[in-house]
């Protein structure tokens, strides 16, 4: 007896509730979607937005719903997107690894300044007035708002220069959206040898605000065996699909603003 | 009435339940970074709270004392709660579901919250009736809502503060309140009634 | 009249050492630099290529855009160069150099305007090349003609000057009386706005007398001392004072039924309409504490600041800072090959010691910004989401509302850089808006 | 039908069954224990506040005593007859009263010649270190021996006579809850003798 | 959950790199309410990790055949069966700490560790990994507890499991023993916990350690914003 | 132009007031309370402020130093926080006990926080509530003043407060405005606390809000709860008495932990007021202007949230 009535109690709300509650939740189903949480449970969480969607969440409710295929992740990298492709058992396509570079070498030893800036440690604040404080006013403003932005801790500020670690960056893109200055692009990782300058001016402007500045002198277009370099309104611009990596560009370059970046990581 | 303002009051400084009872700590850390969130979880709190209290309150007269069957407390208490809660998350859901958006998320949360079975405990052991028991279930919910608001303020502001690395996100919130703690004990000595 | 006022505000030392220094008019520079924009707008294209001669008055600059005016060069001369330029936004502006003849040859364009309607006068306002004197350098013309609903009831005419420094407005109402009164004459004729409202802050007594006495017998013109109180001459804080209304947020004066002009806009409209000559020279103040003499200046515009001070007697020590308009709101310029722009009102060089703004600080929270904003803002609270790169969370505070008058900054004990901070504020908020 | 509804419910249902009969069983093995581990220690708290004792009698509670005519305050819980080779040696009031942080529970032994025998504070929450000392000895001490014929009165200086308690510092608050507590206790044990 | 867990890491886990108390904060009731004493810690602690170690096993027993929509009340009634099992226990056996212990003893069956590791564990894994998790997490939970109760008391009591242990040295503080000093010592300790544990795993911080949906994580805080 | 120019934003001026000059005119304001202290309550009082501020600005100093943060000594905020802490101690205090008050104010409210303006309680003030509950009894072990020390019991002197509480004998309003009572060093006398007070006034450092509302609604509050009924109570006495003017004057006031707005200060203040008197007149403590401050301190950011000003134009968003 002991027994028995403290199982009937108990054991007689358990049967209660179950009954309840099973029937509570067949009369006020609401459909819910569980591959969105699998799918948002598969990308990297960073919630960086570099996808274009608010968040990972945003992303995943997107590839469920309307079909937006999971290389639209540009930070999960392949192993994420075909997680997600397996999952959903669609095609894995492709998706290019990009990284972030600067486009500029112009720390405080090589670039001239116009003005002595008192104000706000940020790139914006500085090109409000005047276009910063460097005399070449396509450079690196060196005051890191790129850094403020990567969530990844890819982005170092030293003596005025941002440098992208490569290793870190994943190519979410949001660095090249915050620059001022438009500097900081994103290339392929493979592609190797970048003209580190974002310089329109002429070659003797150039070479007066910097001293690895891109003076628009040609060598290396001419130098180059395949035809890889064009000049864009007096800057050397290397197309990644030609450029071989021979290398022949940066020994011509009397500047020294042609670098070779390729990482060893990716190589 | 003089008993149930006692109580009322009570519940909300004297024993509160977050800075002084120690109960529904992990809402209160977790649920406290922005005052809206706070806000949605105070209200499914203190709704939860006075429902459960109702619940276990009738199910410990009609249920276990009648057959003495106190040991079964815990146990009951939990899966009328449990129970409860899942049920009014499934009804709001379908019927009213802004107010599931507004408080929904936060009510699997409070299965596992302390203050529910906590309060129920408590009123067992204090032999409240019915009414003492749904005020003091309504007042500790209060109480909670009060906590947890005035946590949430300080936490947007520690948000954009200076805090060093060692400290930042967890530690800092607790020394936080530890701090809003120390304030409360002013509370202590109140003499009600 | 009761005196409504604005809240906030703040009493920088007014500085105003020129107030008796009368215009003196300076010659003709070595060289010009003409900026094609020097108003809010659309930037003006160049009809000018180098090597051409200009005139005295000719067009250089114009657009099809409605919300711009033409630009017109202030020597006669030839052109030396056309050229992008950083002035001192973040955008390089094509310049146009010109060399002088020195002979000031008048362009055979300039004559008075025929003015017989309202679209007649709107189109000379355009023509003139006016915007806004003022510091806003807003094109008049748009001004002067609001949307069809917009029922405008009062002109007012600031004449506020409450920066310190700068007396270049004082200058214009005692030296200029009449063509202030004319010119608001004129306005009102053309505009059919019933009245205006003159506002002068109370520490130009001398110049509240001499206009009271100059629209004595002018029923629907009044002037009215203002409490020396900056920014009284926002347009704003200026419409607050003088008729209690309020402009609403991202909303015109013309909502509220104002319009407002600077004294030396309407003076300029009243001398356009008599002269037809158009906007190519200003009335500048320089002083500042690396200033040898402090002056009021009548200069034309494109003339290389250098050369303005080198005009007024050089400098007592080497200037840290160079600052175009008063020191409030005014442009710090990186260079003083920089030159005098349409709405150029003040010169100021400052040595090292003012010049230099002091490091910032933690905010105290002592709510001294917040008291002193006349835009009711909490000019901390948007600082410390800026600073922590929460821009998310910005929109609540209302940070377009800012309109950059320096207060807050100004008066904290912190020295935090809240303006320069909300600016950035905005400035995100707009690239957010565009994404 | 089946899945949806009635196999859940099954399943709890034998959930439940299963825990709560090991659960009874478990009960059934430890309520005994229980029961004796609180006789025992009920009566070694009484004996703390009356050693003399041997035997307690079974409580009446203030409730009783109001029926049997007996003037108690509503502060009076129990009231227990300590026995002593089964003669009634005195009584040990067990009783109430509200200190800093609530109620006090206060046992006190009196016999029948009105000496307070002993004092306890059995449950309280008062702040440590300041009110929850009023149950160290060094306080509880000072109430021992003959009751006054008054009451027992708080002073915070050194005491002159018996009747005199002296507070303990900065817990006045506590000190005068005790006090009276004991006052109460004495009042009912001497409505109860009779004078003396 | 394709890898093999190891049965000696699942059982470490819970001490260092996953620590209920200090890394999780979960629980952190009890982790507050009874540790004014060193001794009360090990008591709750060894409570608690009996609990854990018997819902966990009960559970990864039954949980194939639990359907999901009552899993959440079965699971509790599982976690209440055996924590009233301590609880009688105690009070027949140890009436004293039963008595210190107080309503947190019931309470440890809404003690989020145990549900979260229900959830997390029991739920995914056969029952020796399960009784080990059990173990490892209830051990790091007592150790921190533990832990918390020893600096409390030490510092506000003046005392260590009884011993008086400062006597001369200073006058014990006695705020730390009060509701203000469990917080204070909680986030030194806390502080100290995660400069010492896994610098690198900064993920794991307090904030997305709980995948239960248990209050104390950030799910709870986010999904309040969505 | 040979020299580069600087380039800022606008504002290209700024005010003289700095957050040095502000603290410094706080300490400049302390130092008649300081005095007092030191007349009424002996060199002991001297001894401990000293001891107070030395320690505080050593700690502000050392943690910055840990921390590898810059020192930030020289804002004299620590110097306001040993000052204020000091005064709010009974003068038989143990030395090595507010040596551990300063600690807790510097250490763990304030810099742990971030430092000066990000702590979100008044450090001096939790420093004091952090001794009471852990040294309660030395710290209300109150000594009566020098000038009245002879004939009384010196262990249990009992403050004005505590006298009204325990039904002792009052002393006359003219001791207490002078400060010739018993209490914390710093608090006793109204007159050199209002002195200050003025001082501050003038400076501009403090406006009259919180002050004046926060003693006025004490001051109602008082005369409206009387001993015999409504409207019967002694405005005066607790106006006077325990630390309401030092609370009200100095810690009610301090920047960081008060409300930005006008109307949050208006709120600030009464709340502090009806709090003080719920403690006093409601609570077994005797004093309650510590804990009403901090209440208020706490709440301070849903106040700041709750009154923020209608825009300029429209209405208030959000
Ligand atoms: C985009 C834009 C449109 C404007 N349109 C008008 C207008 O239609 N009518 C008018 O009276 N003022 C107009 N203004 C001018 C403003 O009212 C104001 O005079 C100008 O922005 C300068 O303001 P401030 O002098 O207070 O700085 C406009 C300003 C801007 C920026
Ligand atoms: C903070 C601030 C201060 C200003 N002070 C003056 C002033 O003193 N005098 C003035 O004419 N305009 C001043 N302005 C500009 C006016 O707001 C407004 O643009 C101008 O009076 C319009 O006349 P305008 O278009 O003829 O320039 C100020 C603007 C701001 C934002
Ligand atoms: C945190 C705190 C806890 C206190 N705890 C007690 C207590 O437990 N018992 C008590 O009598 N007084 C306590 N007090 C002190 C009372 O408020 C009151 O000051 C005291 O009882 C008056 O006694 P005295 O006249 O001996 O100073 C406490 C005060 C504080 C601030
Ligand atoms: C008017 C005024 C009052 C102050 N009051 C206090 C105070 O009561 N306690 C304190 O620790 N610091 C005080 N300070 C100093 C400083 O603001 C305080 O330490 C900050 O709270 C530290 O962030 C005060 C400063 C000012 C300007
Ligand atoms: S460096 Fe730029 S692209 Fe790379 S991760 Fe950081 S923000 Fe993204
Ligand atoms: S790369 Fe762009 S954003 Fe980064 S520091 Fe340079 S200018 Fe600033
Ligand atoms: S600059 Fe902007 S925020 Fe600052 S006082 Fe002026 S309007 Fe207000
Ligand atoms: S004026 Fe400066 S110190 Fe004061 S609140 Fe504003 S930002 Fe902070
Ligand atoms: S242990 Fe989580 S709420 Fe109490």
């Known amino acids: 007896m002991s027994i028995l009535i403290p199982v009937a109690v108990v054991s007689g709300l358990g049967l209660v509730f179950g009954l309840g509650l099973s029937y509570a939740s067949k009369v006020f189903e609401v459909k819910v979607d569980e591959r969105i949480s699998a799918v948002r449970e598969m990308l990297p969480g960073a919630n960086c937005g570099a996808c274009g969607y608010s968040g990972c969440d945003g992303l995943a409710e997107a590839i469920i719903n309307e079909g937006v295929h999971p290389s639209r992740c540009p930070v999960g990298g392949i192993a994420v997107v075909n997680a997600i492709a397996d999952y959903l058992g669609i095609d894995e396509g492709s998706i290019d690894v990009n990284v972030a570079r600067v486009l500029c070498q112009g720390n405080c030893d090589n670039v001239v300044f116009k003005y002595n800036y008192l104000g706000i440690e940020d790139c914006h604040a500085a090109n409000a007035l005047a276009g910063g404080m460097d005399a070449c006013s396509y450079g690196c403003v060196g005051l890191g708002s790129c850094k403020k932005v990567c969530q990844f801790d890819a982005i170092i500020v030293e003596n005025g220069l941002a440098r992208i670690i490569p290793e870190k960056c994943t190519g979410c893109g949001n660095c090249v959206a915050e620059c001022p200055k438009s500097i900081i692009k994103l290339v392929p990782v493979l592609s190797g040898f970048t003209v580190k300058c974002n310089n329109h001016d002429k070659g003797v402007i150039a070479r007066k605000n910097c001293k690895v500045g891109c003076i628009a002198c040609q060598r290396c277009v001419k130098v180059c065996p395949s035809e890889a370099i064009t000049m864009d309104n007096n800057l050397a611009v290397i197309d990644p699909e030609k450029c071989t990596n021979c290398g022949q560009c940066a020994e011509a370059c009397p500047q020294k603003c042609i670098t070779n970046t390729i990482v060893k990581r990716f190589k | 009435m003089k008993e149930l303002f006692a109580i009322l009051i009570g519940a909300i400084l004297v024993e509160n339940f977050v800075l002084s009872k120690f109960l529904g700590i992990c809402p209160f850390l977790g649920v406290s970074k922005k005052t809206s969130t706070a806000l949605g979880m105070s209200g499914a709190v203190v709704f939860v709270l006075v429902m459960s209290q109702a619940v276990t309150w009738l199910a410990n007269e009609y249920l276990l004392e009648p057959y003495n069957l106190e040991y079964l407390q815990t146990i009951t208490f939990i899966l009328v709660i449990a129970a409860l809660v899942q049920f009014v998350e499934t009804v709001l859901k379908k019927l009213m579901p802004p107010l599931y958006k507004a408080l929904g998320v936060y009510l699997p949360l409070i299965t596992t919250n302390c203050a529910v079975l906590g309060s129920a405990l408590i009123f067992v052991e204090r032999n409240y009736t019915f009414i003492e028991a749904v005020v003091f279930g309504f007042a500790a919910g209060l109480g909670f809502t009060l906590a947890l608001i005035l946590f949430s303020g300080i936490r947007e502001r520690l948000e954009t503060a200076d805090i060093p690395e060692a400290f930042k996100g967890m530690p800092i919130t607790l020394v936080a309140a530890s701090l809003v703690s120390i304030t409360f004990i002013g509370f202590a000595g109140l003499i009600i009634g | 009249m009761k005196f409504q006022g604005f809240r906030g505000g703040v009493h920088p030392p007014q500085a105003k050492n020129t107030m008796e220094c009368a215009t003196v008019r300076m010659g003709i520079p070595e060289k010009v630099i003409i900026p094609m924009q020097q108003h809010i707008g659309a930037l003006c294209q160049t009809m000018v290529k180098k090597g051409d001669t200009v005139k005295v008055g000719q067009v250089i600059g114009n657009s099809d855009a409605y919300v711009s005016v033409p630009i017109h060069s202030s020597v006669s001369g030839t052109v030396t160069a056309v050229s992008e330029r950083i002035i001192s936004g973040s955008n390089p502006v094509v310049c146009i150099e010109i060399k002088p003849d020195g002979l000031q040859e008048v362009s055979e364009d300039v004559k008075p305007p025929v003015v017989d309607s309202k679209e007649s006068f709107i189109k000379a306002i355009r023509d003139s090349g006016l915007t806004g004197l003022g510091g806003a350098g807003f094109p008049t013309h748009v001004k002067l003609n609001p949307p069809k609903d917009a029922k405008i009831d009062t002109l007012i005419i600031n004449g506020a000057e409450c920066e310190p420094y700068i007396t270049s407005d004082y200058r214009e109402c005692m030296e200029n009386t009449e063509n202030i009164v004319e010119g608001i004459k004129n306005v009102l004729r053309w505009t059919g706005i019933p009245k205006a409202m003159i506002g002068i802050e109370d520490n130009k007594p001398e110049a509240i007398k001499k206009l009271k006495k100059a629209v004595e017998n002018i029923d629907n013109i009044s002037v009215h001392g203002l409490k020396t109180l900056y920014p009284q001459g926002a347009e704003k804080m200026l419409i607050k004072t003088l008729t209690g209304r309020e402009v609403p947020p991202g909303k015109l004066p013309s909502h509220v039924g104002c319009l407002v002009m600077n004294v030396a806009s309407v003076a300029f409209v009243a001398e356009y309409l008599k002269t037809g000559m158009p906007l190519i020279k200003k009335r500048v103040t320089v002083d500042g504490s690396s200033v040898k003499t402090p002056m009021n200046i009548e200069v034309l515009i494109g003339t290389p600041v250098g050369e303005v001070f080198k005009f007024s007697g050089g400098f007592v020590s080497e200037p840290a800072k160079i600052i175009m308009g008063g020191p409030m709101m005014g442009i710090s310029l990186y260079s003083d090959e920089i030159p005098v722009m349409k709405y150029t009102n003040a010169l100021l060089a400052l040595n090292e010691k003012d010049g230099k703004i002091p490091e910032e600080n933690v905010c105290i929270r002592c709510g001294r910004c917040v008291s002193v904003c006349p835009m009711n803002l909490l000019p901390f609270d948007i600082d410390r989401l800026v600073k922590a790169n929460q821009y998310d969370d910005l929109d609540k505070y209302n940070v377009m509302d800012c309109i950059e008058c320096g207060c807050c900054a100004y008066t904290c004990p912190a020295k935090r850089m809240l303006t320069q901070s909300i600016r950035l504020g905005k400035d995100a908020l707009r690239r957010k808006a565009k994404k | 039908m089946f899945k949806d509804i009635i196999k859940p419910s099954i399943i709890l249902f034998l959930v439940c069954a299963v825990m709560t009969g090991a659960l009874a069983y478990v009960n059934g093995v430890t309520e005994p224990i229980i029961d004796e581990n609180n006789k025992i220690a009920e009566q070694e708290s009484l004996k703390n506040v009356f050693s003399d004792a041997d035997n307690f009698l079974d409580a009446k509670t203030g409730e009783e005593l109001k029926t049997e005519g007996i003037d108690v305050s509503d502060n009076i819980e129990k009231l227990y007859t300590a026995q002593k080779d089964g003669q009634s040696i005195g009584y040990v009031v067990s009783v109430f009263s509200s200190g800093y942080g609530g109620k006090l529970k206060i046992l006190v032994g009196i016999d029948n010649d009105l000496n307070i025998k002993g004092i306890s504070l059995v449950s309280h929450n008062e702040t440590p270190g300041l009110g929850a000392n009023a149950a160290n000895p060094k306080f509880t001490d000072q109430f021992l021996g003959k009751a006054p014929q008054k009451e027992f009165n708080v002073v915070k200086r050194v005491p002159n006579d018996d009747s005199e308690i002296q507070a303990i510092t900065a817990a006045t608050v506590t000190s005068k809850a005790v006090t009276k507590g004991v006052n109460e206790a004495v009042a009912l044990v001497r409505s109860i003798v009779g004078g003396a | 959950m394709a890898e093999r867990k190891k049965p000696i890491s699942v059982l470490l886990n819970g001490l260092i790199k996953e620590n209920p108390t200090l890394r999780l904060l979960l629980g952190m009731c009890p982790s507050l309410a009874v540790t004014t004493m060193a001794k009360n810690g090990l008591g709750m602690g060894a409570a608690a990790t009996f609990v854990l170690v018997g819902s966990n096993l009960v559970i990864s027993l039954i949980r194939k055949i639990v359907p999901d929509k009552v899993r959440i009340p079965a699971y509790i009634t599982v976690i209440a069966t055996f924590t009233t099992i301590v609880h009688l226990l105690l009070a027949a056996f140890l009436p004293e700490l039963n008595k210190q212990l107080g309503i947190y003893i019931p309470l440890i069956v809404v003690n989020c560790i145990i549900f979260a590791r229900a959830e997390m564990f029991a739920q995914k894994n056969g029952p020796l990994l399960s009784v080990l998790d059990g173990l490892g997490m209830g051990a790091g939970f007592t150790l921190a507890i533990t832990a918390i109760g020893s600096v409390r008391e030490i510092l506000g009591a003046g005392t260590w499991m009884g011993i008086p242990v400062t006597v001369n040295l200073f006058e014990p503080a006695i705020m730390f023993i009060l509701p203000p000093g469990g917080f204070l010592v909680m986030g030194f300790l806390v502080a100290l916990f995660n400069k010492l544990a896994d610098k690198k795993d900064k993920s794991l911080e307090c904030e997305t350690g709980c995948e239960a949906g248990c209050p104390g994580c950030s799910k709870a805080a986010n999904g309040g914003e969505a | ?318």
């Open chain 6, 1 to 318: 132009m040979e020299n580069m120019l600087y380039v800022s934003s606008s504002p290209h001026i700024r005010s003289e007031v700095t957050t040095q000059r502000l603290m410094l005119d706080v300490i400049i304001a302390l130092i008649p309370a300081a005095f007092a202290g030191i007349y009424f309550f002996g060199l002991r009082a001297a001894l401990l402020i000293a001891v107070t501020v030395i320690s505080s600005v050593v700690f502000e100093y050392l943690i910055r130093k840990m921390l590898k943060r810059n020192t930030t000594i020289g804002d004299l905020s620590a110097v306001v926080t040993g000052l204020i802490l000091a005064l709010n101690l009974p003068s038989t205090l143990p030395v090595w006990m507010a040596v551990v008050g300063s600690f807790f104010a510097i250490v763990i409210v304030k810099q742990l926080f971030g430092g000066l303006g990000y702590n979100f309680v008044n450090p001096a003030l939790a420093a004091r509530a952090f001794l009471i509950v852990s040294y309660g009894a030395r710290m209300t072990s109150w000594t009566p003043p020098l000038t009245v020390a002879n004939d009384i019991d010196a262990l249990s002197y009992a403050t004005p407060l505590g006298a009204l509480k325990e039904g002792g004998q009052l002393p006359n309003l003219l001791d207490m405005f002078i400060g010739n009572i018993g209490g914390s060093l710093g608090e006793t006398s109204a007159l050199a606390l209002i002195v200050g007070g003025i001082y501050l006034l003038v400076r501009g450092v403090i406006t009259w809000h919180i002050p004046v509302i926060y003693i006025g609604t004490v001051g109602l509050l008082a005369w409206i709860i009387g001993p015999d009924g409504i409207f019967t109570g002694n405005p005066l006495f607790h106006i006077l008495a325990g630390g309401l003017m030092l609370g009200a004057i100095f810690m009610a006031t301090d920047y960081t932990t008060s409300p930005m707005t006008k109307k949050g200060v208006v709120i600030y203040a009464i709340g502090c007021g009806v709090l003080t008197m719920l403690f006093r007149l409601y609570t077994n403590m005797p004093e309650g202007v510590s804990y009403a401050i901090l209440l208020m301190n706490v709440s301070v950011p849903i106040i700041d949230r709750c009154t923020k000003p209608a825009r300029f134009g429209g209405k208030a968003h959000v």
